[in-house]
């Protein structure tokens, strides 16, 4: 691939194409695609050009908007469609030309191959993170009174509230963390397998509610210097300097704990690398006066000095700004660090070692 001047080198430009859903699919051949493409800066306002053909997109870095919709980095498109613009920032765009001879030659035949499996692996993933046509009422989310959730409970009580506490904790802690909804119930987290902070804590309060525990929720600033190390590069840049971090509480022996179920062991892989001070926070380990808070650690504070909220109705209630294809993006270092790294899923009185490929979730 020639490199026009004015765009950064190579290794970073390769390396946000490796970080796109597409890149995470094509594996070993994601230089070798890449190579075979053209990347362009646009400034601010300025439009994609049409240079004919049936070039396939994809957004390295920035955003472009058209005909009401947005694409962030790592969001791939076709040519057709309405023309989009360069947002607020340089967007920098990566084109696959599939006219030139090359494309077209038997030699690129297997280069072909996993492109369309690619395509097709991306296309599965976003239709499965797709959203409900209409969000729940923010008041029904934590239904611990569902049959599964119930069921589920009462195989993960033990002696002691704190032991009851702890084994969901884990239990809830295993199952990866996504950047996806946080508008859903206990019950669809559940069966979906995964969750953001907010989904997951959904549930954990569930599951200690539906076996008697009190429990609550507790909203924490997190730092996206931190936050950000589970995303792409590209990504970081769209967010703000911090975030709302979600997580749950259990009220043991008359005291509130934080009880942090938010980030699994991939995920955490990823977080030391930002901050290695949470290698502190492992093995989890929540008892009576050992509450189970990470962002305490990040952030310096108390982990006792916690505020707890019954609900998160004003959070949970609101309107994503972001589509699945856009959180799909994000995810694409969490499911690399998931691939590389299997799962443990503990139930009951059981622990299964699961190997995760991208885009699969843990069973609930």
């Not at 694409?71 to 967007?91: E, S, V, Y």
């Not at 859903?184 to 509610?209: H, P």
């Not at 899923?345 to 609930?364: H, K, Q």
């Amino acid at each position: 691939m020639s490199q026009p001047s004015g765009l950064p080198p190579r290794a970073v430009l390769l390396s946000l194409f490796g970080d796109s859903p597409l890149g995470l699919h094509l594996g070993l051949r994601t230089s070798h695609l890449f190579n075979l493409g053209s990347v362009q800066r646009l400034q601010p306002g300025q439009t994609l050009p049409n240079h004919g053909g049936c070039p396939v997109h994809l957004v390295l870095a920035g955003r472009l908007a058209g005909g009401g919709d947005w694409w962030g980095p790592g969001n791939h498109f076709a040519a057709r469609g309405p023309a989009r613009q360069a947002l607020d920032t340089d967007t920098l765009v990566w084109s696959l030309d599939a006219t030139q001879a090359i494309w077209r030659s038997a030699a690129a035949q297997h280069l072909r191959s996993a492109w369309a499996e690619a395509l097709l692996a991306v296309d599965r993933s976003e239709l499965g993170a797709r959203f409900p046509d209409d969000l729940p009422d923010p008041k029904t989310l934590c239904d611990h009174g569902h049959p599964t959730i119930r069921q589920l409970a009462q195989s993960l009580e033990r002696t002691t509230p704190a032991d009851t506490a702890e084994t969901i904790l884990r239990f809830v802690r295993s199952m990866p963390y996504r950047f996806g909804l946080r508008q859903e119930l206990a019950s669809d987290t559940l069966a979906r397998g995964s969750g953001v902070c907010t989904a997951k804590a959904n549930l954990q309060v569930a599951l200690m509610r539906a076996v008697g525990i009190e429990a609550g929720f507790v909203e924490a600033p997190l730092d996206m210097g931190t936050l950000g190390a589970l995303m792409p590069d590209g990504w970081r840049a769209q967010m703000g300097a911090r975030v709302k971090h979600h997580f749950a509480a259990a009220r043991l022996g008359g005291r509130w704990h934080a009880a942090d179920a938010s980030f699994c062991d991939p995920s955490c892989s990823l977080f030391t690398e930002a901050a290695p001070q949470l290698a502190a926070v492992v093995p989890v380990r929540l008892q009576e006066g050992r509450p189970v808070h990470p962002v305490a650690v990040i952030n310096g504070t108390d982990p006792f000095e916690i505020r707890v909220l019954p609900d998160l109705g004003a959070e949970m209630g609101k309107k994503s700004r972001f589509l699945p294809r856009h959180f799909e993006a994000m995810n694409t270092r969490l499911d690399r660090a998931r691939f590389n790294h299997p799962v443990k899923v503990r139930a009951a009185s059981t622990t299964t070692v699961i190997t995760l490929r991208p885009g699969e979730s843990a069973p609930a």
